[in-house]
């Protein structure tokens, strides 16, 4: 969800870091757990990762690892 009163520090280089490490970490974690899935291509994928990447830090969550796992969870949940 995103929040009505945007940070102004989201483009802050060390959130910008924060949010590309965690990114990177989801991303691995893609590849391990299905190596035959064709994620050049998979831009959907890449979007809705950057977006809940984005709502997150807008809500503030800038630590990495927390980034990563809240993203995982997320792309985890059946979706209707």
């Known amino acids: 969800m ?7 520090d989201i483009y802050d280089p060390k959130t910008l870091a924060a949010m590309d490490q965690a990114f990177a970490a989801v991303w691995h974690m893609l590849r391990a757990d ?3 899935r064709d994620l050049v291509s998979d831009t959907q994928l ?3 990762i950057g977006k809940k990447l984005v709502n997150l830090v807008v809500d503030g969550v800038t630590d990495p690892l927390r980034l990563r796992n809240l ?8 979706r209707h």
Not at 2 to 8: D, G, L, Q
Not at 71 to 78: C, D, G, H, Q
């Open 2 to 8: 995103i929040s009505h009163n945007p940070r102004s």
């Open 71 to 78: 993203t995982v969870e997320s792309l985890l949940l059946p």
């Open 34 to 36: 299905d190596p035959f």
């Open 46 to 48: 890449k979007i809705a």
